[in-house]
């Protein structure tokens, strides 16, 4: 994985010269020029979640340029590293696991060449184990105040 400080970028300048740009531009302004504005800049996830970031200083140069800096700053590569194992914390030389406890195809990750699926989905099912029995009252929560004596 590349190491890309992403202020110090051609994209990264270019944003903040279009962040100087829009500074005093109100959101009001932004509706008022484009009648499409929540549309262009809103998504829904089926009928789940809808995600609305019209009421953003957002444009469609400043996307653009958003995208500038991704590929600048080789995102796709960083993620495609991330989800291949690969150590790319550097501070503490390992492997970002994050996409690990949300596989839910248990498709093989592996680290140092070791598939650790199985390991996280063991530590998944006894913290379901443990919530399942809070929740179903057979363990039983005691109060801070209460002593155990």
């Not at 609305?52 to 590929?71: C, F, G, P, V």
């Not at 914390?89 to 070791?114: M, Q, Y």
């Not at 390991?119 to 998944?124: D, M, Q």
Request: hydrophobic content about 40%.
């Amino acid at each position: 994985m590349k190491n890309i400080n992403p202020t110090q970028t051609a994209a990264w300048q270019a944003l903040q010269k279009h962040f100087d740009e829009m500074k005093d531009v109100t959101i009001a302004d932004l509706f008022a020029k484009d009648g499409d504005r929540f549309s262009k800049f809103s998504a829904t996830f089926g009928d789940q979640m809808l995600v609305d970031y019209s009421k953003n200083r957002i444009t469609e140069e400043t996307l653009a340029k958003l995208q500038d800096l991704a590929k600048e700053c080789d995102l796709a590569g960083a993620i495609k590293s991330m989800f291949s194992g690969e150590k790319i914390n550097r501070t503490e030389n390992r492997a970002v696991l994050h996409v690990a406890l949300r596989n839910r195809s248990n498709t093989p990750i592996l680290v140092d060449g070791k598939d650790v699926m199985p390991e996280v989905n063991a530590v998944l099912e006894k913290m379901k184990t443990f919530s399942e029995a809070i929740i179903s009252g057979e363990w039983k929560v005691i109060p801070a105040k209460q002593s155990l004596t």
